[in-house]
């Protein structure tokens, strides 16, 4: 196991992630002074919407609207889900910095996700990322259920790095390992990062974690225990999956900004900054987000 790293990049995820299974219709004008908000909290990249068919995702179907309309932080990355060639060239007009692409680590979960086996996905994956990496922007891959799949239980880690090899083949240049249903224990993370990061340098491996059974943060303690020092995260703890019943929020931002500084470990973001963030836009909800970090901020206000 290796130390604790000194620096830890973070993923905001939130804006697709956390907005994508949410009933309310957040507004164009919200959604986009809502991510400027996000742009001025010193994070490195925020995933901002999805190119998905509006007909699966109707939340997000603002989404060429909102790339182009939001300020850009030259400090930030924008990245935003690709499924296919139509939702790249979408993207590719409203402006990305990133390409997030998507399959799962379970055929199950796959075909409800995508409605293609993992076979017929590659393909159009392949597509997908050879055009934008000759647009010139950056490439990752999302991998789902790589602990747990709602469909099928337990994932053989073998079945994981099949697909990592895959993807990395095709030009990808990292990997989202997402825990989707939020089940992985730490022993779990272990018996995965342990034969990934023998065949890859942790630079290319970001978790994505969500908190379902509270395990998230011992999750992240885990991973940064194996060098792992980039990871996705939700402000508010906003988020669950569509094809993942039970699911919930991504493991808040907030949360893990508060176990980070306590370890004396950087990150260059503003945590206040993030629960303004956080409260902008639990009100645009009008419900309380999950969030421990944020409503302790909000009842010392």
């Not at 885990?222 to 039970?246: E, Q």
């Not at 303004?276 to 421990?292: D, H, N, T, V, W």
Request: charge should be negative.
């Amino acid at each position: 196991m290796a130390r604790l790293p000194n620096y830890v990049q973070i993923k905001e995820v939130a804006p697709r992630d956390g907005l994508q299974n949410e009933k309310k219709f957040i507004s164009t004008a919200d959604k986009v002074a809502w991510i400027n908000m996000l742009s001025e909290t010193g994070v490195s990249e925020i995933e901002y919407s999805s190119f998905v068919n509006p007909k699966w995702i109707p939340a997000l179907k603002d989404a060429k609207e909102v790339g182009k309309q939001i300020k850009r932080n030259p400090d930030v990355m924008y990245s935003a889900l690709v499924p296919n060639m139509k939702g790249l060239e979408f993207a590719l007009e409203a402006g990305i910095d990133g390409a997030n692409v998507f399959m799962s680590a379970s055929e199950s979960h796959n075909k409800k996700n995508i409605n293609k086996s993992i076979a017929d996905t590659y393909p159009v994956l392949d597509e997908v990322i050879n055009e934008a990496k000759q647009e010139g922007k950056r490439v990752t891959g999302y991998v789902s259920t790589v602990f747990d799949c709602p469909y099928e239980g337990k994932i053989d880690p073998e079945d994981v790095i099949r697909v990592c090899e895959k993807l990395f083949a095709s030009g990808v240049d990292d990997i989202s390992l997402g825990d989707t249903i939020g089940s992985a224990v730490p022993t779990q993370v272990e018996q995965l990062l342990s034969p990934l990061l023998s065949r890859y340098p942790s630079e290319k491996l970001i978790l994505h974690f969500h908190d379902t059974r509270g395990m998230a943060i011992a999750n992240i303690m885990t991973s940064m225990h194996y060098g792992i020092h980039r990871f996705d995260s939700s402000v508010g703890g906003l988020g669950g999956c569509p094809y993942a019943p039970g699911a919930a929020g991504n493991v808040a931002t907030n949360d893990v900004l508060y176990l980070l500084d306590g370890l004396g470990i950087e990150t260059g973001m503003n945590e206040k900054r993030i629960q303004e963030a956080s409260l902008f836009i639990q009100k645009k909800l009008g419900k309380l987000l999950p969030s421990r970090s944020l409503a302790y901020f909000a009842n010392a206000q």
